[in-house]
């Protein structure tokens, strides 16, 4: 695989995007903890953002190619968060620069929240409360390059605590004390094969005009199987949503990856709209070191480019990862090929 594309700070979970030219790269920012591993997430103990910019991916990455614009944003900087700036996005519509936030509120509730800049560069304003019927984690910003309409898609399991929801919006303070509000065994890595229980999908939202709240309640992106053309089953651990929403699109169509969590793929699916239904297309990325996979795709100078992270830096520490990137291709037919390890 290609070396880190930072390695001055732990960062992970990059979203990338072009502004002005660049590439601005948007992760979280990893730091050392003394909280132990667990499925709630506990060690990835985020405190601030920071924003990176480069105008060229190809390695070597040698010292001043990427450029650290520095913390745009920081917890006490968010009236409603607690703590736990888990991995944003970013989005420019209006000549404006919006990056999108998930933290524990003061309650311990995930919620997602908005910032505000004139710079893709930052720093960022944040809206004194997160964004109204928002929860759970992994915001990732979508605005259409052909009709000009904006998406937010987000969601993730056991720490994240999409399974807290029913509809669109729930009460998730039970989960968030460690208490889950009615049973969420059945998404956990003993489900049986077989058992015909249908996944948890991610939300996707229209934005309004002005990017800071929904314009219509988040819903259900469906996940199709290809072979049977129905949702995606919970015990489908190999293709079902985990967490790291992103969509894209290339040609008339709209790409939908993610991570499958406990099984470490980075897969995707393929639809006709960016409201879904998808389906389920293929892998991208097999595991790599480390237990998280958060991803992006851009393209930047007629080439599309995967950003994701590993621990190559740490030696495998879990909450202390490094973002990569490397060049991705497709075939004749739109499919995504593999990225093969080197």
């Avoid at 560069?121 to 928002?134: L, N, T, Y």
């Avoid at 998280?292 to 393209?299: G, L």
Wanted: with cysteine.
């Amino acid at each position: 695989m290609t070396p880190p594309l930072i390695t001055h700070l732990y960062t992970a979970d990059p979203s990338a995007h072009v502004f002005e030219g660049k590439v601005y790269i948007y992760p979280s920012h990893d730091r050392e903890t003394g909280i132990k591993f667990n499925d709630n997430g506990d060690q990835y103990d985020m405190a601030d953002y920071h924003v990176f910019s480069t105008s060229s991916l190809d390695p070597p990455y040698a010292e001043g190619v990427v450029t650290d614009h520095g913390v745009v944003l920081r917890t006490e900087d968010v009236p409603w968060a607690s703590k736990q700036l888990w991995a944003p996005d970013a989005a420019s519509k209006n000549g404006k620069y919006y990056l999108y936030f998930p933290a524990r509120d003061k309650e311990g509730v995930f919620r997602i929240g908005v910032a505000e800049s004139d710079s893709p560069a930052g720093p960022f304003k944040a809206d004194p409360k997160p964004i109204p019927g928002s929860f759970s984690i992994d915001p990732a910003s979508f605005v259409d390059p052909d009709t000009g309409d904006a998406y937010l898609y987000f969601g993730g399991l056991w720490g994240g605590q999409l399974q807290c929801y029913q509809g669109t919006i729930a009460d998730a303070k039970a989960d968030a004390h460690g208490v889950p509000p009615f049973d969420i065994a059945w998404q956990g890595p003993q489900e049986p094969a077989g058992s015909g229980k249908q996944a948890l999908f991610p939300k996707v939202a229209p934005l309004s005009e002005d990017m800071h709240t929904f314009a219509a309640p988040a819903r259900d992106l469906v996940i199709l199987a290809p072979e049977t053309g129905e949702p995606i089953s919970a015990d489908d651990h190999d293709r079902r949503f985990f967490e790291a929403a992103w969509t894209h699109k290339r040609g008339n169509k709209y790409y939908f990856s993610y991570s499958t969590g406990d099984s470490h793929y980075l897969v995707y699916a393929i639809g006709d709209s960016p409201l879904g239904p998808f389906t389920y297309a293929g892998r991208i990325l097999e595991p790599v070191l480390g237990w998280t996979t958060h991803h992006s795709i851009v393209e930047f100078q007629d080439r599309w480019w995967l950003f994701h992270h590993d621990c190559e830096i740490s030696k495998g520490v879990n909450h202390l990862r490094n973002v990569k990137v490397t060049e991705i291709f497709y075939d004749d037919e739109g499919k995504i090929l593999p990225v093969k390890s080197e």
